[in-house]
């Protein structure tokens, strides 16, 4: 399953799931002073990036070095998407919710494994190991999806008051339902390649 600019935009912005994670948000940083939120926030995402674009440069080496196929990592990356999308569905947000104690975060839980969580790094690392030509494309598109997502984190408790809760999980369960078609696409296409290719 190939991707363009704005499928993987799409696919990483279902992936972080920045409106359905805003229980989360808002419940570790209710812990932090309000002027500190800010910097926090933004220090997050920007650690959060990091890892995401490491594995997106290293993907290929991580493949080489574990002898994976790219057919194994579509079929893998689709369980956990189809898994991700799943508790989107039928959680109510609260996964993360009890881990932020009461010190200012600081990688965990907010940068990883909320931002930069498995799902998400195995889909970085699937879109760079199946069109690795276009590696600018997903660097650009991750960028774009992770600035919409620290814009959520930063406006979280004002997001929340004006679209209310029952929106706000809503809207994750439709992001579920999408994720969970493309999570079965990608399981699907990894199975075709790998029976295809053995004929």
């Known amino acids: ?3 363009s600019f704005l499928s993987a935009l799409v696919l990483l912005l279902l992936v972080l799931d920045p409106f359905g994670s805003l229980p989360i948000f808002i419940s570790v940083l209710g812990k932090v002073p309000r002027s500190r939120r800010p910097t926090v926030a933004i220090r997050e995402v920007l650690i959060a990036f990091g890892v995401l674009v490491a594995f997106m440069f290293g993907g290929q080496h991580f493949l080489a070095l574990m002898h994976l196929s790219e057919r194994s990592l579509e079929v893998a990356g689709g ?3 189809l ?3 799943i508790r989107m569905i039928f959680s109510h947000g609260e996964i993360y919710a009890s881990e932020g104690g009461t010190k200012e975060p600081f990688i965990f839980p907010l940068a990883v494994p909320l931002l930069a969580g498995p799902s998400a790094m195995a889909t970085v690392l699937l879109l760079a190991s199946r069109q690795p030509d276009k590696t ?3 660097i650009g598109a991750l960028t774009v999806a992770m600035l919409i997502s ?4 930063l406006a979280a408790d004002r997001l929340r008051r004006w679209l209310g809760s029952s929106m706000v999980s809503a809207i994750e369960k439709l992001m579920g339902l999408v994720l969970t078609a493309i999570a079965v696409e990608m399981i699907l296409a990894g199975l075709k390649r790998y029976f295809v290719g053995t004929l």
């Open 83 to 85: 898994i991700i999308a």
């Open 79 to 81: 369980v956990i998407l």
């Open 136 to 138: 600018w494309q997903w």
């Open 150 to 153: 620290g814009t959520v984190l």
């Open 1 to 3: 399953m190939d991707h």
